[in-house]
């Protein structure tokens, strides 16, 4: 029998890994693949969770300064692929934000609102 602690992180893992692929579905910036190989690292247990956190605020340092409204989506994705590994949650904002960036590449000039998600 599985302890708490070992269903806590295969959860975590299992977060850190769907986040992970959703961005990697979509992703073709350079920038952003390198830093979500961080997600890969940790799976392998190559990467403490502080050097993620740097990789995650580098996404969204890299978003801040862009202007394109599908890219800035696809950054903060990827910046909360990466800070899933931190906590699990921010797999919530990862797909909110793909979801954003999927509408914008539809065409939809409203990104949606942010849905709420109990269970992932």
Known sequence: METKM????????????????????????????????????????????????KRAFECHRYARALKEQKRIFLARACGHAIATIHVKEHLQACLYYLEKYERAMAGYERYGNRVSVTKI
Do not use: G, H, W
């Open 6 to 53: 070992e269903a806590l992180t295969k959860e975590k893992e299992e977060a850190v890994q769907t986040a992970y692929n959703r961005c990697m579905m979509v992703c073709t910036d350079k920038f952003l693949i390198s830093k979500l190989k961080t997600c890969l690292e940790f799976l392998k247990n190559n990467t403490p969770v502080s050097e993620a956190r």
